[in-house]
């Protein structure tokens, strides 16, 4: 993984693409989901103006608020885990984070519970873990329908 990462820095995420663990796949995470605003925030925080948009490809993830993209990242699946199990590269600030995150998709709506950089992932969806200890950001979504084709 070091490797991976030096490379990376010196000449583009792009390069993630060759690594076949991150080589992009078909999977049950691809299209555009809609996040599920709570009714009420969280004691201490707003909700944000306008709900974030996902947009899943193979092996990327595009965050968005209206048009502006808030983040843009590299993820492959953990074989084996339950509940699924994600690891998300974004590059911030010109830094690699890494984040771990579990999801679930029951219907039409997808749930990621995601750590903060370089923690433990979470064990199960929740958004707090304790005021001293990891925070985690707990996020709901619904897949968006694609409209009818037109003949």
């Known amino acids: 993984m070091r490797r991976t990462l ?5 000449c583009g995420l792009a390069l993630w693409l060759a ?12 299209g555009t989901w809609i996040q599920i605003l ?4 969280r004691v ?29 990242s590299l993820f492959k699946r953990v074989p ?3 509940p699924n199990a994600i690891d998300l590269m974004t590059v911030v600030s010109g830094e690699f984070w890494l984040t771990r995150a579990i999801y679930k998709i029951e219907g039409d709506v997808l749930t990621i519970c ?14 707090w873990t304790g ?3 990891e925070v985690t ?12 084709k037109v003949k």
């Open 6 to 10: 030096i490379l990376a820095s010196t």
């Open 137 to 148: 950001l707990l996020t709901t979504y619904k897949r968006q329908v694609a409209p009818p």
């Open 114 to 127: 995601e750590s903060t950089r370089d923690k433990q992932r979470p064990a199960d969806f929740r958004s």
């Open 44 to 72: 201490g925080y707003s909700l944000p103006l306008s709900p974030a948009t996902l947009v899943i490809s193979g092996n990327s993830i595009e965050e968005k608020v209206g048009d502006l993209v808030c983040r843009q």
């Open 19 to 30: 690594v076949p663990a991150f080589a992009a796949e078909p999977n049950e995470l691809d």
């Open 38 to 41: 709570p009714e009420r925030p």
């Open 80 to 82: 084996g885990r339950r």
């Open 131 to 133: 005021i001293e200890a």
